[in-house]
């Protein structure tokens, strides 16, 4: 893997263990020589990941909107900025340049953006691994209710299984490493379990 792309907060949460965990995935990414590809924020936990990463020695890419650029929230120190036109141009964007996608505690941005990408991979999109860092429980009950819509047949349990889920970032990255992606003839078909 020569690219990941995390998906977090452009706020910092209420708990400094966020804030942690985000220093913690830049360290392991940049003691990698993954490269990150992000949202291009320097607020929240998207600055704090961009700016340990930087002072680390790691390459940051920034994918922002333009109408986000313009509000002056878009990060001026990192590797590289890229100015889309639409979030949803931002969003290919950076799926296009990854290789996998994690993403840590957010708002709804963070989830519609965990979301897209899982689908994606379900309707075989791309083959690349989905992950969260599940920050002191923090997406425990997201978890739950995909298990629950797995339990009630919306979703089946091999697309379930593909949203790996891991507490701490060494332990995703390892897990990414070894991901294969499921044998999957037609995401509609009953019989896939």
Known sequence: MKRICVFCGANLGKKIEYTIAAEQLACE???REIEIVYGGGRIGLMGVL???AIELGG???GVIPESLATKEVAHDSISELIVVGSMHERKARMAELSDGFISLP?????IEETFEMLTWSQLGFHNKPCGIINVLGFYDKL???LNHISEEKFFMDIYRRMLIVETAPS???ERFEQYKPPQVKHWFAEDET
């Open 29 to 31: 990414l940049v003691s």
């Open 50 to 52: 961009a700016e340990k």
């Open 59 to 61: 390459r940051v890419i």
């Open 106 to 110: 957010g708002g709804i941005g963070t």
């Open 143 to 145: 978890i739950e209710f």
């Open 171 to 173: 332990a995703l990255l």
